[in-house]
Each structure stands twice: as C-alpha cells, then as structure tokens.
C-alpha cells in the first residue's frame, strides 16, 4: 500500500513505544463524547449520558484497550496495513455495521491524545508520519466494504 | 450543531488562557497545515519559505489566529461577524473550504500540544463544534 522509509518506520515504533495501555480509552472516550452520534454503537454499554459517565465507564476503558490491541497489529506489520485488517474490515462492515467514517474519527481523536503526551515531541514530521499510518489503517479498515 | 451557553463558555475561558500563546499556536498549526497537507502549499506560491519557523509562516499563523480570537467575541452571532472575512477567502483568496477542516484539525493538535490538562474532552467538543461554525461562517459568501 503505502512505502516506508526507515526514518518512517522509526518514527512510529517510536510513538507507539511511548504510549501507554490508557491511551485506547482516553481516545474511545473522546470520540464518544466529541462525536457523540458515535453512541449509536455502544448501546450495551451502559450510562453514556455525560462526559464524565463517559469517562468513568468501565466498558469503554475496556474497549479502548482492545481497540488499542489492534492498532498494534498495524504498528508491527506497517508493510502489510490491508491485509492486516482484512478481517477486522469484514466485521465492521457485516457484523458491526460500522460506518466507515467512524474510522477517521477515531484516527483524529487518537492523534489529539497522543498530542497531550508527546507534547512538543509531536513535531510536524512526527505528525505528518503518525498520521501517514492512521491513514493507512483507516483506508484498510474500510477496504471490505460491500 | 449549535453552541450551548455552557460551550461558548468552555470556549471563551480556554481562549483567554490560551492567549499568551496564540502566537505559537497560530504559527504551529500553520506550520502543520502546509507539513503535514502539502496540498495546501499551493495557496502559498509566492512565499519565498513555507518551512515551519519561516517569518511569513509566523506572520501569517498570527493572522489567522486572530481570525480565531476575533470569532470568540463574536460567538453570539459568528455567522454575521465573519461576513467580510467569509467575502474575502470566497472572492478573493477563493481557498477551496476543504481546507477549513485540515487547519481546524491542526489548532485542535497544537493546543492538545501546549494545554494538556486544559483540553478536556469537554472543552475539545465545544472548541470542535465553535472552530466548526467558524468554517461554517467563512463558507457562507461562496456560492
């Protein structure tokens, strides 16, 4: 899909290498309340009903881990993004019933998170690279959609 | 997606903290938009340097961002506040509104950047949702 100088690759092992475990859930939970449409898919998941509730909310946590989990997948195989999330892309779309523009969403939500840890180590050039692999995660998550 | 008395509160605080540093946030998030979106470049060709830290790049981030601080006062009425800024990027500057997104998108980065525990996700909605009626005001003239 896309190519990858070494400097490229560096970076995002290196971003991924200072994230931590929350990270998911800060992001999940900033896409449910900033993009608050998004509830439309978490109806299992209890109180959503403020920022705070969203915050508190073990089931979001929970999720954002595994939504974390994932991302590493894309973050160790940078070579093979599509073929990655073939079947993550499947179950969005037939099972899940995600659309599609939520990815982006999530994508922006993950990079303004990162912003707040990285600070000014969220330099143009590491953006512009972190924001190449979402891309290329988002465009792959969408890539079995019938 | 209009603003509650709450957000254009939310709004108008992180706005006067943010103050201070409005001109590295302008310059930043410019700085980003012509990085990180090279496409954007092209509405800059007769500036010698696009590169971040570039005087024009700083000048023209303050400008913007006063744009942004200008909006703030006139949150009760963006829409009629931005009427000649809207008239001078449809008629003359002609910026594709695109674009109002991706620099939207990168104000929001640098101040995650510079305010980490300011920009709550409460405040990131009512920032999003004011920046949003921003572009929507600026869109207004265009056709």
Aim: overall charge positive; proline content about 3%; glycine content about 6%.
């Amino acid at each position: 899909m896309a190519d990858w100088t070494d400097a490229q690759r560096k970076t995002v092992a290196s971003v991924w290498g200072q994230l931590d475990a929350e990270i998911g859930a800060h992001a999940l939970a900033r896409v449910l309340i900033v993009y608050p449409w998004t509830q439309r898919y978490f109806g299992s998941f209890g109180d959503l009903s403020t920022a705070a509730a969203i915050l508190g909310n073990g089931k979001v946590a929970a999720h954002g881990k595994v939504v974390l989990q994932a991302l590493e997948k894309g973050v160790k195989n940078v070579d093979a993004i599509k073929s990655t999330y073939t079947d993550l892309s499947r179950l969005h779309c037939l099972t899940l019933k995600v659309d599609p523009d939520n990815f982006r969403l999530l994508a922006d939500c993950l990079t303004i998170v990162i912003a707040t840890k990285l600070g000014a180590a969220f330099n143009p050039q590491v953006q512009a690279t972190w924001q190449k692999f979402l891309s290329a995660c988002v465009i792959a998550l969408g890539s079995q959609y019938v | 997606m209009s603003l509650s008395a709450k957000e254009k509160k939310l709004v108008k605080t992180f706005f006067a903290k943010i103050t201070p540093k409005a001109e590295d946030i302008g310059h930043e998030a410019l700085s980003r938009t012509l990085f990180v979106y090279p496409q954007t470049k092209t509405y800059f060709s007769h500036w010698k340097d696009l590169s971040p830290g570039s005087p024009q790049v700083r000048k023209h981030g303050m400008t913007v961002m006063g744009g942004y601080m200008d909006a703030v006062e006139k949150i009760d009425d963006i829409t009629g506040g931005l009427m000649s800024l809207s008239e001078l990027h449809a008629f003359t500057l002609r910026v594709d509104p695109a674009n109002f997104k991706i620099i939207t998108h990168n104000v929001l980065v640098v101040m995650a950047m510079y305010f980490p525990d300011d920009f709550t996700p409460e405040v990131h909605v009512a920032v999003d949702k004011f920046l949003s009626k921003v572009n929507q005001a600026l869109s207004e003239k265009y056709r």
